[in-house]
């Protein structure tokens, strides 16, 4: 007896409940989460970046600083960018070297816990590997709508003009995301940098 060829109707119907609840499981996945009050060594941490953004702009790289604290605040890594400097890899940025440095000193349960400090609002690249590396916590400095303020719309200086909120709220595990905070601190090294 041979088996009913099946309806193509009833077929694309179900295939699109398939991706419509695949669709509503990312929707409802867990957001980025606020947490509007940092702690004093937040902020203490935050500044160590604008430092790390100073240093890396002497060196000749562009002026953003990041790092990452265990759970128990201690610097496990940090790193200033370094995509720019003698004919590096476009994707060091700060954050993602920072990240791997992390990971190696960390694994996967200590990443958990873990905070990334950044400068400046991480891109969507460091975004995405904030996400893969496993970080619970995101504190940054300046925004990228400020940022834009120092680098126009140069295709030299192309970024997306994308908040890391809107790519981590997409993610299936919740990441806190605390920023913009100290902006104007975190501008000094941008001034008279990108122009």
Known sequence: MAMPEPNRRAVLRGAGLLVGASAA???SAGPALAEPDPGPGD???????FALAEQA??????????????AAGKVVAEHGNTSAVDGGDPTDHAEMVTIRSAWRALGDDG?????????????????????WSGIGRVVYGMSNTRLFHFTGDDP?????????????????????????????EAAQAHRGYWH
Not at 57 to 70: C, F, K, Q
């Open 43 to 49: 902020l203490a941490r935050l500044r160590r970046t």
């Open 25 to 27: 499981a990312l929707r």
């Open 111 to 131: 990443m958990k816990s873990a905070t990334l400090y950044a400068s400046t609002e991480p891109c969507t690249m460091c975004a995405g590997g904030i996400y």
């Open 156 to 184: 030299e200086n192309a970024a997306f003009a994308l908040p890391c909120r809107d790519i981590l709220q997409h993610g299936y595990r919740p990441i806190t995301v605390i920023g913009p905070l100290l902006e104007d």
């Open 57 to 70: 702009r002497l060196r000749g790289g562009a002026p953003y600083g990041a790092l990452v604290a265990d």
